[in-house]
């Protein structure tokens, strides 16, 4: 089993939509959550950490349950500068797991 | 966004090639790591130096061989590389191991 899993996609949405991503993760141990976004060909970049008690950042809201070890990433209102590959990742003594990515295209 | 720094962008090279990679961060962080993104693969970590100690190796052949001489420096030294080693090498750092990590823009290599 990967240790961080995703659904690869794609994902095909309006503008407008809300999508939602989820990830599951295999070590109950992992101690840090985060969402990445990464552009074609351009390096992952933080889009948010995700906390225990789930946290919002504008149109995006990121929630953790540990008991089910699953996150999940919540997008209302898509725009098309949204379209990207969103990496679920986790985080546990000395190392972070990367998903394979879940790639969301937006659509006019 | 020039947190982290990489050069040299885009590397061709012969399998009987030497090169170096050079990552550099500003960003006061005291763990530095490269990874490997090849295509339709996630992101493959193959070191990790926290405070200039080597704490990870994920198994990667000897023809890769890193090189922290400060916790602002990375190096990625490759010789007589196969053309399956071609992909996107991303430098990355953070505070700790185990936080957020911040990119440079890596460097895309082919392996002829």
């Known amino acids: 089993r990967k240790e961080v899993e995703q659904d690869p996609g794609p994902f095909n949405v309006p503008e407008g939509a809300t999508v939602a991503f989820n990830c599951t993760y295999s070590?109950?141990?992992?101690?840090?959550f985060f969402w990445y976004r990464q552009d074609c060909r351009k390096e992952p970049k933080l889009l948010m950490s995700?906390?225990?008690s789930g946290n919002e950042d504008g149109r995006f809201t990121a929630q953790l349950n540990r008991a089910s070890q699953y996150i999940s990433l919540l997008i209302r209102d898509s725009k098309l500068s949204d379209s990207a590959t969103y990496l679920c990742v986790t985080g546990g003594y000395q190392k972070v797991t990367f998903g394979i990515g879940t790639k969301l295209q937006v659509i006019p | 966004e020039t947190g982290v720094t990489q050069t040299p962008r885009h590397l061709v090279m012969g399998m009987t090639n030497k090169k170096s990679l050079k990552c550099e961060q500003h960003l006061g962080h005291n763990a530095m790591y490269w990874y490997k993104q090849s295509a339709k693969k996630p992101l493959e970590l193959m070191f990790v130096?926290?405070?200039?100690?080597?704490?990870e190796n994920n198994s990667v052949p000897s023809r890769f061989s890193p090189e922290c001489p400060n916790s602002s420096h990375l190096f990625l030294h490759l010789h007589t590389l196969q053309p399956e080693d071609s992909a996107l090498y991303l430098c990355?750092?953070?505070?700790?191991?185990?936080?957020?990590?911040?990119f440079g823009p890596g460097t895309r290599l082919t392996v002829l």
């Open positions: 070590n109950s141990a992992s101690q840090s």
């Open positions: 995700v906390y225990s």
């Open positions: 990355a750092s953070s505070q700790e191991p185990a936080n957020e990590q911040f």
């Open positions: 130096y926290s405070l200039e100690e080597r704490v």
